[in-house]
């Protein structure tokens, strides 16, 4: 069996878009609201280039996080599903905080620009000090 026939988990990042649910066997369901998911799916090369094709067709943005057996999830270590999606969540951060991992002008951008972004930091559990 090739590597391309090789099951492995993929993380799926979407962002954007409309809102969206959908099942497939053995993954947990995409529930999308929009903004930011993340996405674990046990999949074929050939399984998530369709997924991707089909995520795209929506007009969602999405990157595959491949992610090698044996591996820890890095992107999703100590956060909570509330932190996925906040508007400050950043997948290639090791902070557990996306507001940990923004420099502050661009939090106070955030901050002036977006709705979102404001609800986000003030339902924060541990927000930083902007200073």
């Not at 492995?8 to 409309?18: A, D, H, K, Q, V």
């Not at 993954?27 to 674990?40: A, E, I, K, M, N």
């Amino acid at each position: 069996m090739g590597p391309e026939h090789k099951k492995t988990l993929r993380t799926f990042l979407i962002e954007g878009g409309p809102n969206l649910v959908i099942e497939i066997a053995h993954t947990p369901p995409l529930v999308h609201q929009g903004t930011r998911t993340l996405w674990p799916v046990y999949c074929t090369q050939e399984e998530a280039s369709k997924l991707l094709d089909a995520l795209l067709t929506v007009g969602v943005s999405v990157s595959i996080l491949h992610q090698e057996p044996g591996t820890l999830p890095v992107t999703h270590s100590a956060r909570t599903t509330g932190c996925t999606k906040c508007f400050f969540f950043d997948p290639g951060s090791s902070e557990s905080c996306g507001l940990r991992s923004r420099h502050v002008s661009e939090i106070a951008a955030a901050l002036s620009k977006h709705e979102k972004a404001r609800e986000d930091r003030m339902s924060c559990t541990d927000p930083p000090e902007l200073t």
